[in-house]
């Protein structure tokens, strides 16, 4: 017996219900838009457009649209991505048919007014101002700039001040034409609903949608090679990432990647970096390692912060960490352990219905097809000691890596 259920409107967007007993329902609109995907001069654009569209429609203002659902106690919110758009909600199951006439007309009816364009651009540009003051966030998106170098996947997503005080209508909409394509679209529902009647409220809203099959072309990253950078900036503390390129959402080792980045920096406070780099040496609050798979790449990376004069020991110790890893096989109770703890994250985070059903249409988006729980632990359980250690070897080579420091002015 399934435990979801899909259909695809004449127009190419599809329907996703994963039905659960509940007064609660969670329900996203995501599609295959995002940074990635802007042109030359035009950084910024996708997250612009996603801030836009809460601002006016052909039969609602600003005003009305915030109220739609808020009226009702649903929580209403979006975000943007190197590769997709998602608006989400979560509201009381009888005030679902609000959320999809109001997805329905922000994502197609929006006119994006000039006095709103020109508002929005200092809203932007005060956050990434904001992201800048945090040394935590600016330098994983610096990272990823040496990482993805001249691509558009080394862009921050919210752009530049320049790029986004640049922004004018025509750019917005070539941006849609070009990636609204509504193929890649799909509005997913996990609540106590039958598909039938969600078929028909979705025929209503989404029916009419002209189709938009545009293709777009998405330029692979071109290889990069080992770089060691240090800059300076007006901060208290030293920060760091090392990292490097890793294996795409489709690749076979994407499983034990995602296993072995637990093991090393993931969820808890049991893993291998918290425990020898804080418990052990006291010598970083926060530290953690992170895998992040797109559709034609990936990247691997760890953080950490910590005061100046403790910087360069913090680091010798991860690299002592990957050579474990590299030299050394997990053992066969150490590998079902970590395996026993990885499952057992993943069927806890399945409390977040929210996150789970946005991950849920991410998968059909991406690959046609949704795995279940038990799919993907079977793909967890059949990781070997043996695949661990290659992995190792391939991700945590020195030579592929690059270290990124932000440091106090001296």
């Known amino acids: 017996m399934t435990d979801h259920y899909i259909h695809t409107l004449p127009n190419g967007i599809r329907i996703l219900l994963k039905p659960y007993a509940s007064p ?23 997250h612009f457009i996603e801030h836009m569209l809460f601002k006016e429609t052909t039969k609602r203002s600003t005003v009305q649209i915030l109220n739609h659902l808020e009226l009702v106690g649903a929580d209403l919110n979006a975000y943007t991505t190197k590769e997709y758009t998602c608006i989400h909600a979560s509201l009381l199951k009888q005030h679902l048919e609000r959320a999809v006439d109001l997805f329905q007309d922000i994502v197609f009816n929006s006119t994006f007014p000039q006095d709103e364009l020109e508002k929005e651009r200092g809203v932007v540009q005060d956050e990434i101002a904001s992201y800048l003051d945090q040394p935590e966030e600016a330098i994983q998106d610096d990272f990823e700039g040496y990482l993805f170098p001249k691509h558009p996947l080394g862009n921050n997503i919210l752009g530049t001040v320049e790029s986004v005080d640049a922004f004018t209508r025509y750019d917005i909409d070539t941006f849609i034409k070009a ?20 078929i028909k409220l979705c025929e209503r809203y989404f ?14 990253p071109h290889a990069i090679g080992r770089g060691d950078y240090r800059v300076q900036k007006t901060i208290s503390q030293t920060h760091c990432v090392l990292g490097t390129r890793a294996y795409p959402s489709s690749h076979k080792d994407k499983y034990g990647l995602l296993l072995l980045n637990n093991v090393l920096g993931g969820m808890g406070m049991s893993n291998r970096l918290n425990m020898e780099i804080r418990e052990k040496h006291g010598i970083a609050y926060t530290i953690e390692s992170n895998y ?18 403790k910087a360069d020991k913090a680091l010798k110790l991860v690299h002592k960490e ?3 890893l590299r030299d050394t096989k997990l053992g066969t109770l ?27 249409a991410k998968s059909l988006l991406d690959f046609n097809r949704i795995d279940s ?14 695949n661990v250690l290659e992995i190792s070897n391939e991700i945590f080579d020195n030579d592929g890596m690059i270290t990124l420091l932000f440091e106090p002015e001296r």
Do not use: W
């Not at 990636?179 to 969600?198: C, P, R, S, W």
């Not at 992040?292 to 004069?309: H, K, N, P, V």
């Open 292 to 309: 992040t798979a797109l559709t034609d790449t990936g990247l691997f990376s760890i953080y950490f912060g910590t005061d100046a004069e």
């Open 334 to 360: 150490q590998l079902k352990q970590a395996k026993e703890k990885f499952i057992g994250q993943i069927a806890l985070a399945e409390e977040n219905r929210m996150s789970l059903i946005i991950s849920v």
């Open 207 to 220: 029916g009419d949608i002209p189709e938009n099959n545009s293709s777009k072309n998405r330029i692979a």
């Open 373 to 386: 729980l038990e799919e993907i632990f079977a793909k967890i359980n059949a990781v070997s000691a043996d």
């Open 179 to 198: 990636n609204y394509n509504t193929h890649q679209m799909i509005f997913a529902v996990y609540g106590d609903y039958e598909m039938k009647k969600l």
């Open 322 to 324: 990957l050579k474990k």
């Open 24 to 46: 609660i329902t969670h329900c996203c609109f995501i599609y295959n838009a995002g940074s990635r995907d802007e042109q030359p001069a035009k950084e910024g654009i996708a």
